[in-house]
């Protein structure tokens, strides 16, 4: 099995930072993409961004130049920046993986999710 445990959420006012870890751990065998979703109330789950394999990052539009995504491969751990946080980033934050396990199977890991609460 493999296991993702989310920490940092928590509530802040408008224009704060935020940092959320992401840590990986069980039968990993390789991780390819990971990345961060976040779902607000009453709306659907929606991508963050993603960082691949090589390092290469991708953002909704809503948080480019505000968030940043980072990852230290030898500690399986995905990191997420948030600056100038808005009301509207109000939402649970998930950690989600592509991964293979030790029997080299295919696996898409989602975290519990982490509440970030922004205040005006």
């Known amino acids: 099995q493999v296991q993702l445990v989310e920490s940092g959420g928590g509530l802040v006012q408008a224009g704060d930072p935020l940092s959320l870890s992401c840590v990986a751990s069980g039968s990993i065998s390789t991780i390819n993409t990971m990345g961060w979703y976040r779902q607000a109330p009453g709306k659907q789950r929606e991508l963050v961004g993603v960082?691949?394999?090589?390092?290469?990052?991708n953002y909704a539009d809503s948080v480019k130049g505000r968030f940043t995504i980072s990852k230290n491969n030898g500690k399986n751990t995905l990191y997420l920046q948030m600056n100038s946080l808005k009301p509207e980033d109000t939402a649970v934050y998930y950690c989600?993986?592509?991964?293979?396990?030790?029997?080299?199977?295919?696996?898409?890991?989602w975290g519990q999710g982490t509440l970030v609460t922004v205040s005006s």
């Open positions: 960082i691949t394999t090589s390092g290469r990052t």
């Open positions: 989600r993986i592509e991964c293979k396990d030790t029997a080299y199977r295919y696996l898409e890991v």
